[in-house]
Structure formats: C-alpha cells, structure tokens
C-alpha cells in the first residue's frame, strides 16, 4: 500500500490532475459515482505535497465536477423519463428518485450547493435537476459554488492532515496519514452537514 501511494505521489502533476479530474467526472455519474472514492482521491493528490498541487488539485475537482453533472443535467433534460423507468432507473431505485425531486422542489437550485456533500444525490441530483427543467444558469452557479466549497474543505482538511504527518514521531509516509487522517476528519464534519440538511429539508 505504502509503494503504491509512494508511486502516485511520483507522477508528473499534469498526470495526476488528470486523473482526479476523470475521478471527479466519473464521481458525478449516477451508480459509477458510488464506487468513486472522491474524497479520497482529493486527498490523496493534496498528501503529494508539492507547491503547484493545491491549486492544481482545486481546478482539477472544480472543472471535473462540473463537466461530470453538467452531463447529467443535460441527460436528464432529455430523457429523465426514459432512464427513470429503465433498468439503469430500476437500479437508483424509485425512493432515491423521488427523494432527490423532492429536495430539489423544496431547496431549488441552491441544494447544488451542498450536492456533493451528499452520497448517492451528489449523482442523481443533476439528474433530477434536468428532469424538472430547471434553468441550466442556475444549475451551473448553485453547482460551481458546491463543488468549490467542497474541494476548498477537502484541501483544507488535507493541508492539515499533512501538517499532523509533520509531527508524528518515526518519519509515517506523509500521503498514507494525510489520506487517513483526513478521511476520518471529513467523515466527521460532513456528517454534521447531513444532519443538518435533512433536518431542514424534512
């Protein structure tokens, strides 16, 4: 595990923030985005280090979110009906459907803005988006300002998860604690957010 973060962290950063931005593409896709590690790949492109990577790391997200939703608010647009009662719809199940329509109907445009802070709805609720016409200006402004709110969290819970490697007795690979101490740190703060915005919806 150690050789092979050791190997990442060895790649040309044009490389790597092609990657995160296919991961963050890939992320945003409806079933695939729940076998993305998303914030783990984030954070893993933060532990390399290096000056140029913050900003790099924070376009890569930005730009790889939206094209990723952008596609499937312009899907949706068009066959929302269709895909949601294919076998692709029988999958993302009736409930999650009905759910994201109903957080989009409740919250409108500005629920983009905590979309990806929400497993399963940071995929579907583009969809969802489309499916109900919603303007695609507004779409785009409420989904630009989550998806930078959320890569801005990552690397700041990164940048500090990293900073702890600094200080830990026995010289630990700095990207193997900033990944985990950084997994554990965004697990606690966003399930805070979730809370939050449930209650409010509900």
Sequence with gaps: MTQW???????PVLLLMGALGLVMLFDAVPL????????????AAVG???PTTGLA?????????????????L?????SDRLRHSRIGGWIGETRWTAAEEILRRGGGRMML????LPVFNALLPLAAGGLRMSYRRFLGCATLGAAAWAGLYLALGTASRSVAGLLPGAPNPLLVTMGVGVVLASIVLLGARRRL?????
């Design 5 to 11: 973060l050791t190997q990442i962290g060895e790649l």
């Design 32 to 43: 695939l985005g729940v076998l993305i590690p998303g914030d783990v790949a984030i954070l």
């Design 48 to 50: 390399v280090g290096r």
């Design 57 to 73: 790391t924070f376009t890569a997200v930005l730009v790889g979110c939206l094209a990723g939703w952008s596609v499937s608010f």
């Design 75 to 79: 899907i949706g647009h068009r066959y």
């Design 114 to 117: 905590v979309a990806p802070f």
């Design 198 to 202: 449930f209650a409010v919806v509900g």
